[in-house]
């Protein structure tokens, strides 16, 4: 439960859905579909790479879990900071990458697979909760988890229509604005774990 509802606030889907209905706005119903299908697929690749190999990638450039850790949690908190104020998160794209990806035919790889779904500060979030599992079992929750969000992410995407008509822009910021503030609490522990950890293995 703790690794879904971490993934969840990370990925935010509900907050995803408002940028994907703008960049399809001009797509037709079985286009968008066929957008939301390829990219949350292509988002979940990644997000299964980096929990696997993830752990392989921190010992080969000597970095600890709990280094990453707190730079992971500095990561989310800016991420949760900019969904607080509804502003689109600079961890994932800038308000001009935007604007240039209106007129790619790729859109479901960039922004939409990567970064929107499976940014950096989603790759950190996965390989610190692998990095720290503590049994097989935690691992596979894990992974759960991570197909748990994105097929929900999926259903959102497909729906997305039809859930910005039923919430509207200003309901989308208000869920928004909830996800970030769970999310800087998810920032805030695990900066203080990791400090804490780093602490102790320096005594």
């Known amino acids: 439960m703790y690794s879904f509802s971490t993934l969840f606030a990370i ?10 209905v703008s960049l399809t706005s001009e797509k037709t119903l079985d286009e968008k579909n066929y957008i939301a299908t390829k990219s949350v697929l292509l988002a979940c690749i990644i997000a299964l790479f980096f929990a696997l190999t993830g752990q392989m990638i921190l010992n080969f450039f000597g970095i600890s879990i709990d280094a990453l850790r707190v730079a992971g949690g500095v990561l989310l908190f800016v991420v949760a900071f900019d969904m ?10 800038t308000e001009n990458e935007i604007d240039k990806s209106m007129d790619r035919s790729d859109i479901w790889i960039f922004p939409i697979a990567t970064p929107l779904l499976a940014g950096p500060g989603t790759i950190t ?15 596979i929750s894990v992974i759960v988890a991570i197909l748990l969000t ?3 992410s999926w259903i959102l995407f497909h729906f997305s229509r039809r859930i910005y008509r039923f919430l509207g822009y200003t309901g989308m910021l208000v869920i928004t604005r909830l996800m ?5 609490a ?14 102790v293995s320096f005594l």
């Open 125 to 139: 979030t996965i390989i610190v909760l692998m990095g720290t599992a503590a049994s097989l079992l935690q691992n």
């Open 180 to 184: 970030g503030l769970l999310l800087a």
């Open 11 to 20: 990925v935010s889907p509900v907050g995803g859905v408002v940028m994907f």
């Open 186 to 199: 998810l920032a805030v522990n695990f900066i203080a774990i990791g400090t804490w950890n780093l602490y």
């Open 150 to 152: 994105y097929s929900i």
């Open 84 to 93: 607080i104020l509804a502003k689109v998160s600079r961890e994932s794209i």
